[in-house]
């Protein structure tokens, strides 16, 4: 065997084992992940809207209580699988958790201004509406000072169509602090894709506003440049056989 035929065997030889390996790749990306993630957000986009008449919370992420403090997200080789958000009970706050009604989840796939699905009373429906269009929500309207008036917490039922598939959720909800989760989500992402989620209560004292941070890794580009290559050196091997 020349130098030269062997050059190009090994070069073969480590292409091959290199594409092997990015194919073996996104199943293990694909691997159950889950990426916890803040509340940096004060209200949904353009919602700024403070309460009866008075002055906006510009600038004050928490009115009262209870405060949300962000929350995880599990993502598997689908995409978004479940969600998970945390409150607390801030200090002489004297209500029950059962005392204010849960919001909708609204998730955002990609990165438009878009809602593309809501969990609503423990089910996941397609909603392609922009998060600006109040009139696809349901607002608050709790008149004690102190509360986000005409902030969305609801998707409104006019605006839902057949639901897609159940959700399955679960409320922990000790005195210092409660943890809802919804899991079962099932909704697809592509590579590079990511989520933004949506999400308050009745009285909007708290608003999450949140994108994870997480996004696949887009492989599949890799391995279609790495398979041309090879698919270059056999031709270049055929050619020096001839």
């Known amino acids: 065997m020349t130098p030269k035929r062997k050059a190009v065997k090994v070069a073969l030889l480590s292409l091959l084992s290199l594409l092997i390996f990015l ?3 996104p199943a293990v990306s694909g691997a159950y992940t889950t990426v916890t993630f803040g509340d940096t957000a004060w209200f949904f986009p353009t919602y700024d809207l403070g309460t009866w008449g008075t002055p906006n919370y510009t600038g004050q992420d928490v009115v009262g209580g209870p405060n949300i403090t962000g929350g995880s997200a599990g993502f598997d080789s689908n995409g978004l699988d479940s969600v998970t958000i945390n409150m607390v009970r ?3 706050w004297n209500y029950q958790w059962s005392d204010i009604p849960l919001g909708d989840l609204f998730i ?3 990165s438009d201004s878009d809602w593309d699905y809501v969990m609503h009373d423990g089910y996941l429906y397609e909603f392609n509406y922009a998060v600006t269009n109040s009139d696809v929500y349901v607002l608050s309207s709790w008149s004690s000072n102190g ?3 005409n902030h969305p917490f609801l998707a409104n ?4 169509g057949d639901a897609l598939y159940a959700v399955s959720t679960s409320v922990d909800n000790p005195w210092a602090y409660q943890t809802i989760t919804a899991s079962g989500l099932g909704i697809h992402l592509d590579y590079g894709q990511g989520v ?3 999400w308050t209560l009745q009285c909007a004292n708290d608003v999450l506003y949140q994108d994870p941070g997480y996004r696949q890794v887009p492989l599949p580009g890799a391995v279609w440049l790495l398979g041309s290559g090879l698919i270059g050196l056999l031709g270049l091997r055929r050619f020096h056989r001839n």
């Open 147 to 149: 509360y986000r008036h």
């Open 90 to 92: 801030p200090y002489g």
């Open 108 to 110: 955002n796939v990609g």
């Open 23 to 25: 194919l073996a790749m």
């Open 157 to 160: 039922p006019d605006y839902l």
């Open 196 to 198: 933004t989620l949506g």
